[in-house]
């Protein structure tokens, strides 16, 4: 039986599509730049700012002392004495955990390795991972949702931002200011500064504020009428930012885009964070920063990575030592 070979012209596909341009001495295809632009965020100051502690266990486990032995005057013909003891109290914070898995097919690397043109890919996306994973960190430093450092509601951190608030709900000496609408952004941050400062009980020591960076765009101009800015700080190698003076020295104003900005109506709900930072601490387990574990191959021969890092924030002194603002505008 003679076979019957189809020259129809569905039979035969064209890939000159594939080239920019075909003419007399010219084949013109694609070629890309070996470089990738790459803006993406990937970290936020808080969280290369803070202490990092290693955690004593799960919850890992603080004492904090409130108060130390009391003492009066009497009689010095009549001495006498009542007994007293320092007040510790026990703190606990449960750690979290959080992963990132990336995955490589064997046929697509193999394909980008004999191409050639792009040879740093892979590392560079495993290297993307690891920065993913530390961007949640820093956002969930101050977003995290959980409620309760023992008895946790969420898989979160309890954000900086919730135990700030928090601790100012339950202190008599250092509440929130909420900021007039025509009041002075920077005045407020004077007077809770000073009010940090004036404590008899606490001898804190507010090192920053914090807040997003259109909270201090408004900053900037209205400090920018009274020529206020009398120093720079650096706040991370290479990173200058503008100070105020306050009672407890310069105040270095640090932008952290992770600290949101709520819609209300019309108007806009700005906050912002006086933290002593040495009080902030971070308490990680085995290492402060994401390990990389490598699983065996799957079935498809995909190679696995999985990005692993577990710790938690705890604001240590959030009834005294930071305080928070509050401006809608």
């Known amino acids: 039986m003679e076979r019957q070979v189809d020259i129809s012209a569905a039979a035969f596909r064209s890939i000159k599509a594939a080239a920019d341009y075909l003419g007399p001495g010219a084949i013109e295809v694609n070629r890309y730049q070996s470089e990738i632009t790459d803006m993406v965020r990937r970290r936020f100051p808080l969280g290369q700012r803070i ?23 009497v009689d010095p013909r009549i001495l006498a004495a009542t007994g007293s003891q320092p007040q510790r109290v026990e703190r606990v914070v449960t750690l979290k955990a959080l992963t990132a898995q990336i995955n490589y097919g064997l046929f697509d690397v193999e394909v980008n390795q004999q191409q050639g043109q792009f040879a740093y890919l892979e590392a560079k996306d495993l290297t993307d991972t ?23 509601t969420s ?8 135990q700030v608030f928090t601790g100012d709900a339950a202190s008599n000496g250092n509440t929130t200011l909420a900021i007039a609408s025509s009041g002075s952004i920077v005045d407020a941050i004077k007077l809770q500064t000073a009010t940090l400062a004036a404590r008899t009980d606490y001898e804190t020591r507010p090192s920053a504020f ?30 200058v930012v503008e100070g105020i003076p306050t009672q ?13 900005v709520w819609p209300y109506g019309a108007q806009k709900i700005y906050t912002g964070f006086i933290l002593s930072e040495d ?9 402060p ?6 699983l065996g191959l799957l079935g498809n021969l995909a190679a696995s990575y999985v990005v692993v890092k577990f710790g938690a924030v705890v604001v240590k002194g959030a009834p005294y030592a930071h305080t928070a603002l509050t401006l809608t505008r």
């Open 155 to 162: 898989v979160q951190y309890y954000g900086i931002s919730g």
């Open 279 to 287: 009080m902030v601490q971070y308490a990680y387990l085995t290492d």
């Open 210 to 239: 914090y807040a997003g960076p259109l909270f201090l765009d408004l900053i900037d101009r209205e400090a920018k009428s009274f020529q206020l800015y009398f120093n720079q700080v650096e706040i991370l190698p290479g990173v």
């Open 289 to 294: 920063l994401p390990r990389v574990f490598q």
């Open 130 to 152: 690891v920065d993913g994973t530390l961007k949640l960190h820093d956002q969930n430093l101050w977003q995290g949702n959980d409620t309760d450092l023992l008895a946790t």
């Open 51 to 73: 202490d990092q502690t290693l955690a004593t266990g799960q919850p890992s486990r603080f004492f904090e002392q409130l108060a130390i032995p009391s003492a009066a005057f």
């Open 248 to 260: 407890m020295g310069t105040l270095p104003l640090v932008g952290d885009p992770s600290i949101t």
